[in-house]
């Protein structure tokens, strides 16, 4: 028995049932159990070192059957991070955190297009809030919406309300922010011919992040009257 080799094995196993049990890595489990049971009774340092041995070629085999993802360093955060639009949005627009979550998941494992895709829909979320927010309930698409907003806008201006006219400026801006970002992605990702490159996906996700910190500042203000 070899008290040296034992101990260099007690002090890997932990970390090793770990990582099988997270994986998970099921060939590898039995043989795990096979040492630790060895470490309990009477062996010879032969008898360890071949159990070490198979476990090496059981972990071959997990490998085998695996796939991994590589997530590039600087856009670990987008695949880690909760509340990448900020705090902010997170509490104006909670319906929106798993579309949000998950055009951060795409852009991490670089899936430009299925990034741009999720960002839309955190956009078009916001765009009905907006209506919402002005009574309208219902448009059939976004230029619908964007019809009947700047409808309303424009009849707000001539009542003249002094209330309105404090945010007018705000919202007529948003109009022309949604309809840039309308046709600069959103139409594009309609086409099934139109890719977005990684990079580019993070352009249009950066964008979208502060368009939605524009508009959840401006609702936690409670400037929308």
């Not at 009947?148 to 801006?173: A, D, P, T």
Request: one cysteine or more; proline letters at 4%.
């Amino acid at each position: 028995r070899d008290k040296r080799l034992d101990g260099l094995v007690r002090a890997f196993m932990p970390g090793f049932v770990s990582v099988a049990d997270k994986i998970p890595l099921i060939i590898v489990h039995p043989q795990l159990r096979r040492i630790s049971s060895t470490l309990q009774r009477t062996h010879t340092r032969q008898e360890l070192i071949q159990q070490v041995v198979a476990l090496r070629d059981r972990l071959a085999d997990d490998m085998d059957r695996l796939y991994f993802f590589h997530v590039r360093p600087d856009f670990v955060r987008y695949y880690t991070s909760t509340n990448l639009f900020g705090p902010e949005v997170a509490k104006v627009y909670r319906t929106a955190l798993d579309d949000i979550e998950a055009a951060g998941k795409c852009l991490a494992l670089e899936q430009g297009t299925a990034s741009v895709f999720h960002v839309t829909r955190v956009l078009e979320l916001a765009l009905r809030h907006l209506a919402e927010e002005l009574g309208i309930e219902y448009a059939p698409n976004w230029d619908g919406y964007i019809k009947k907003i700047n409808e309303n806008i424009k009849e707000k201006r001539e009542r003249k309300e002094e209330k309105w006219l404090k945010s007018e400026k705000f919202y007529s801006e948003l109009v022309g922010d949604f309809l840039a970002l309308k046709t600069a992605y959103r139409n594009p990702t309609n086409h099934p011919d139109r890719k977005f490159l990684t990079e580019e996906a993070e352009e249009v996700f950066k964008a979208a992040q502060r368009f939605m910190k524009k508009c959840a500042r401006h609702f936690l203000d409670g400037s929308t009257d």
